[in-house]
């Protein structure tokens, strides 16, 4: 006799922290679920465990609130019947950095052992799109099978399950699940047996009278959803074989057909206290199949063990496949704002305050553990995908920037103590007391030099009209005066009150020369001329030696590029090196957008207005040896808003005829001896219902593109996947990046690098024109139901009604991006050199020289991270190859180093590596991620 196939039903929630809700509201609702499941698990020892979405903050949140849980829950826990983790929040993973991802599941990890323990499933059913690492990060955490969706292509994963490869190699055993993904079991089983109505049909519909209390409140104000009071569910008997049947189906392109995951949750679904006698009543009328109340844990154990591994496909890359709707993949660039925010605070976090504060380890300095750990907190409470994309309430949006805006703040006062602690240790015994010293900060792993602006105060009693800069070695350097103005500074003093302190600020720019590794440079300044500060007339004259980078209001060059600044405010450059010229280049776009937060949706009658041709007013700002600078303000006319059809057939569908001015003022700089024009962009947007983009028609030769990602570079096509008719979803044209973007075709390349852009799009036309998405303005519309929205009409901030800023930089290449080294540029770009002004102490003499390198890597890699380990005395060093081909590494600590470890991203022991004269050695393969531990012979070892 056949065995039962069996249904293995795996309740559980997707919880969103915030979303339709605002964090307290939604937190009201988490009370009340975790009390009823905790209830429910204790009047049902057969339940065997409840699922909460893969993550562990949830849990957290229902302790600030009912702290006398907490031994219960562990206890639950630990049993394996709530099972939570491996993650910390659910990210959206494209719009966040590697190593935040990272971080999530290692704080996920920790913090769910302290409760009892934590999924080692990567239970990735929330994310908009799995990036490519994720194989190679889920293993570094012993990770080895991975719950994918949103999405995966049928025509890719023709079944459920299929090895996943990741970019450089790694293999995880995956699976799409079936129809309805995460809630196949509940919308097309559970919701027709408790309620007798049937999900996905007309039939489902709350009717008065019948089917339980309701309240709404019916205020202007908040004249929005309607909550029900009471609970009419009950089990509908009569339904149960063709309800439970059609679930079955769901799993039809499962490998095991014997056995199939019965997911049972959706969306802040609670923990169904009549399912264990629901299952009763399945398994009485299904006689061929026995539903079992199961765990993620227990299927996959019957994957790993029962399928035929020969059947099972590989699927290479990352997963992003449409629809759109299945995605939720135009996200990338609404409200704007918050992703600007989160990579300039992971710039602060990851690139300056934990690096800084790891120096002051090796000086016998306290690691500033406890700040960075609550910036931590912040940064990763604001990465939950609803959150960090703002398709959210405009409170939570607000709640969002308020995190982002903590974390930024912590790790600038975490960032500017360690830098005051370093100074306080550097010997300045060979300088006088009467000298001004600059010290310039290099957190980077490798030497820089660089042009940089700096503000140097000169007291005002020393009339200091002119002077030069001097290395700690002697050299001059170059200089490029902008302006001077007088000031008065407070000196602050905790033990008496601050002093006034009256000086005149200079803006320079200057040529660092190289600051070390890792390390610093220290500077002097001479003085050369004096003045008279009563002078009304015959002031101080300046002089020039006629080596400015501009010669026109519209026009600079360097020893490597052109730039014409064009009429219309676009610009071309000409690169000398081999003589190719690009352009035009940065000009803007605006086309209608009647869609939602999640999809790009133009208007059937659209119109795209295009700043070609625009009249604009153009203006040299600042014009030096070192540095020039061109304005360029224009004014679009667009319209203001755009009408959006009900079901997207009624109504009207088309921009509005009401124009309203947009202002867009753009500043394109020039550096001496640099290959890229700097942009910073002031858009003061006005217009309502709009896709905002910046264009450039590069003229290179290329079907695809390389943009880098989390610890790779992906290289995609222009166009998406396309189906059997060769037909592919448009709004899948734009894709995601990091921090560049690269074409070559063999003969030219070109790049854009960045710190705010998220979204691009390669466009099939003559000119081979990117497109960086500034903005979607569109209107709060969330999707609560797919029949029924939350709609806020009195909430328009995910119009961006307000000023946005930009940052990035264009550069014309010669080579691909790995002989570019665009990884290193886009680093340095994102995390700048920083210029201290300090004095010559009064008393005592430091240990460490006039130039320093704390730390150093060679090779083409990047570092992710330096900070200290979880460990007590270690140091923690992340470094990846994101190029083609394997690196040779060097990684040199100044410091008395016990051992040094090679280990996974938990920080757990896998080798031990050699140590010669505080070097290590290694062979990085391509893509790959390697994570160094340093146990140093005591704190303070220098």
Known sequence: MKEKAIGYVVPHTHWDREWRYPIWENRLYLRDLMEELIDTLEKNPDYKSFLMDGQVIAILDYLEICPEKEKVLKKLISENRIQIGPWYTLPDLYPVSGESIVRNLLKGKIVAQELGGYLKIGYESFGWGQPSQLPQIYKGFDIDTVIVSKNVDKSRAPRCEFIWVGADGTKVLATRLGDDARANFFMNAYLKIMTGKEYKSEEYEYQYGKDG???????????????????????????????????????????????????????STTSQPKLMELLQEINKQIEEIEFRSSSLEEYVSILKDKLNFDDVIEIHGEMRDGPTTSLSGNALMTRAYIKTLNKNVQNKLFGMAEPVSAMNMLLGEKYEEKFLDKAMDYLLLSHPHDSINGVTQDKTADDVVYRLSQAGEIADTVYNRGLQQIIKKIDFSKYEKEDLILVVFNQGAKARREIIEVYIDT????????????????????????????????????????????????????????????????????????????????????????????TGCDFMENDIIRVKVNSDGSITITDKRINETYGPLNYYESTGDVGDYWMYYPPYSNKTYTSKGIHTSIYLKENGNLSATIGVDMVMHLPKYAYRPDNYIRGKSERSEELQELPITTYYTLKKDSDQVEVKVIIDNKCMDHRMSVLMETGVKTDTACAQGHFTV???????????????????????????????????????????????????????????????????????????????????????????????????????????????????????????????????KGILPSSYSFYEVSGKVNVSCLKKGIEDNTIILRVYNSNKTREDVAVKLNGKIQKAELTDLKEEFVQELDINENTIKLVIPANKIYTIKFTLTHIGAL
């Open 714 to 844: 992906d290289e995609r096509p222009a166009l998406p996947r396309k189906d059997e008719d060769g037909r592919y979803y448009n709004e899948l044209t734009t894709q995601p990046l990091q921090n560049f973007l690269s074409l070559y075709d063999g003969n030219r390349g070109f790049a854009v690098i960045t710190d705010c852009l998220g979204e691009y799009e390669l466009r099939k036309d003559h000119a081979s024109t990117v497109a960086f998405t500034l903005f979607r303005a569109v209107r709060n519309i969330i999707c609560t139901e797919f029949r029924s929205e939350g709609y806020f009409p009195n909430q328009d901030g995910g119009q961006l009604l307000r000023k946005l800023q930009y940052h990035y930089a264009i550069s014309p290449q010669r080579e691909d991006f790995t002989k570019e080294d665009l990884a290193r540029k886009a680093e340095e770009f994102n995390v700048p050199l920083k210029p201290i002004q300090t004095s010559v102490p009064s008393s005592g």
């Open 459 to 550: 007291p005002q009693d020393r009339n200091i009209w002119d002077f030069c800069m001097e290395d700690s070695k002697g050299n001059k350097r170059e200089l490029q005066f902008a302006e001077r103005k007088e000031v008065v500074s407070p000196v602050v003093h905790l033990h008496a009150r601050p002093y006034p302190y009256y000086t005149d600020r200079h803006r320079i720019f200057f040529d660092t020369g190289e600051v070390s590794a890792g390390g610093y440079e220290v500077y002097r300044l001479i003085e050369m001329d004096t003045f008279i500060r009563k002078t009304k007339f015959w002031a101080k004259t300046r002089k020039t030696d006629g080596r400015e980078l501009a």
């Open 213 to 267: 209390q309701i309240y709404h409140q019916g205020d202007k104000e908040h004249i929005q959803d309607y909550f029900l009071l009471e609970e009419t569910g009950k089990i509908h008997k009569e339904y149960i074989e063709e309800a439970v049947k059609k679930a079955w189906h769901g799993m039809k392109d499962t490998l095991l057909p014997d056995h199939r995951i019965m997911m049972d949750g959706t969306d």
